[in-house]
């Protein structure tokens, strides 16, 4: 029973720490003049290609994260404490950013420019670090420590569930680069200022709720050696 709470809690987690890093919304827009070149079919083979990119890279990172802990002899508690307060930061830095889009706007006209070999830049520069930037694989990080647990059947229930979750982003992500252009046209520079709004929000607070879940654990260990 408890690892099937584990695996359903991991999935909003995953789900809602990684949806606004990965930012599918703002990733389309600028994929949108990075291939604005391209015809519909091509942008959907893209997307799919950039999400399949974004499931592999972000469950690496979610699997390896705890080897790579261990390998530099840091505990899950302190990545936990870390990992919630550079979540947080991020959010907050998030909330807080000015509605400026004109830098991304002329970053993917330079970059369209260059060439149409689309192929050979679906994983750099669409899926890292433009989908998956260090601050998405930071979350995957922080994520690996937080569904680590004392029991094996535990962590890979959660670790399964935090899988979904990232399944689940990939999803929205491949949406969204699918439709790219209906979505900017529908939703305007409010809509899209609302909603990134909405998401540092809760990314701040799912920060706020790891990193106390590492200070609680922190604290009950000095309590025990005291």
Not at 103 to 125: E, L
Not at 214 to 226: I, M
Request: glycine fraction near 10%; include cysteine.
């Amino acid at each position: 029973m408890d690892d099937i709470l584990s695996f359903a809690r991991a999935i909003p987690l995953a789900f809602a720490a990684l949806l606004p890093v990965v930012n599918p919304l703002g990733t389309a827009i600028i994929l949108l003049g990075l291939t604005e070149g391209a015809d519909e079919a091509t942008r959907k083979g893209i997307a799919r290609s950039v999400a399949i990119n974004t499931v592999l890279l972000l469950a690496v990172v979610l699997v390896a994260g705890r080897l790579i802990l261990g390998f530099f002899g840091i505990s899950v508690p302190i990545v936990q404490l870390a990992g919630g307060l550079v979540l947080a930061a991020m959010g907050w830095s998030m909330l807080l950013s000015p509605d400026d889009t004109s830098s991304q706007t002329k970053a993917a006209d330079a970059r369209s420019s260059s060439g149409t070999d689309y192929a050979s830049q679906v994983f750099y520069p669409f899926t890292f670090p433009l989908t998956v930037g260090p601050g998405g694989v930071a979350v995957a990080i922080t994520l690996s420590a937080h569904t680590s647990h004392g029991h094996y059947m535990a962590t890979i229930a959660s670790q399964l569930g935090a899988f979904v979750g990232i399944l689940a982003v990939a999803v929205v992500t491949y949406f969204c680069l699918a439709n790219a252009g209906r979505i900017a046209a529908r939703l305007g520079a409010s809509g899209m200022s609302v909603l990134t709004r909405l998401s540092a929000f809760i990314v701040v607070c799912l920060g706020a709720e790891i990193c106390w879940n590492g200070v609680r654990v922190l604290l009950a260990t000095v309590t025990a050696a005291s």
